[in-house]
Nanobody, 116 residues
Framework: QVQLVESGGGLVQPGGSLRLSCVAS????????MRWYRQGPGKEREWVAI???????TYTDSVKGRFTISRDNAKKTVNLHMNSLKPEDTAVYYC??????????WGQGTQVTVSS
């Protein structure tokens, strides 16, 4: 069993930055592929960034060059550094851990609002 707790959301002006963190409890964190998803108002949930157990990062096109995902296996933490934020980045951001169909977990989400 893995529990995920996100933090770091808030209100930021366009062009600003935020860092989201997701802390995991449980064992074998280093074996999990970690993802950040988001769900904007009236939109479907979409994946934003992925970091493999080996540390390979992948991003959805809309955030490339602006967001950076990283992980610290010793601290069981995955971070999402978000720069040059836009109003369309407004969403609830969710942390997700995956190690097979039977081992998939979600955090409760953290709200990010980009507005002047």
């Amino acid at each position: 069993q893995v529990q995920l707790v996100e933090s770091g959301g808030g209100l930021v002006q366009p062009g600003g930055s935020l860092r989201l963190s997701c802390v995991a409890s449980g064992t074998s964190f280093s074996l999990y592929t970690m993802r950040w998803y988001r769900q904007g108002p009236g939109k479907e949930r979409e994946w934003v960034a992925i970091i493999s157990s080996g540390g390979t990062a992948t991003y959805t096109d809309s955030v490339k060059g602006r967001f950076t995902i990283s992980r610290d296996n010793a601290k069981k933490t995955v971070n999402l550094h978000m720069n040059s934020l836009k109003p369309e980045d407004t969403a609830v951001y969710y942390c997700h851990a995956y190690r097979g169909v039977e081992y998939t977990y979600w955090g409760q989400g953290t709200q990010v609002t980009v507005s002047s």
